[in-house]
Nanobody, 124 residues
């Protein structure tokens, strides 16, 4: 089993930056990919981006490129999502998810393990 725990969400103003974290524990040796998804009220869950755990290769949703950066520190078993120039429409619950296979896929059903999520609210 793999456990994921997000932290770092909060209330920020439009234009601010924020970094959220995902701590990974359990059978970390089995992890292939850890990804970020977000879900705004009344909307479907949306792929933000992911990172291949073994070599740090990343993939982003097209709409996230340029403002969002994913990184990880393997020795800390922690993944980060750095968000810049935040917009009102970035308001959502941000969740990290993991799977054992090594393809960074944008489909939430492909991920076996999920954290509880952290709320990010962007105000004007």
């Amino acid at each position: 089993q793999v456990q994921l725990a997000e932290s770092g969400g909060g209330l920020v103003q439009a234009g601010d930056s924020l970094r959220v974290s995902c701590a990974v524990s359990g059978r970390t040796a089995s992890i292939g990919v850890v990804a970020w998804f977000r879900q705004a009220p009344g909307q479907e869950r949306e792929f933000v981006g992911g990172i291949r755990w073994i070599d740090g290769v990343t993939r982003y949703a097209e709409s996230m490129k340029g403002r969002f950066t994913i990184s990880r520190v393997n020795t800390k078993n922690t993944m980060y999502l750095q968000m810049t120039s935040l917009k009102l429409e970035d308001t959502a619950v941000y969740s990290c998810a993991a799977k054992e296979e090594h393809s960074i896929l944008p489909v939430s059903e492909d991920y076996n393990y999920w954290g509880q999520g952290t709320q990010v609210t962007v105000s004007s």
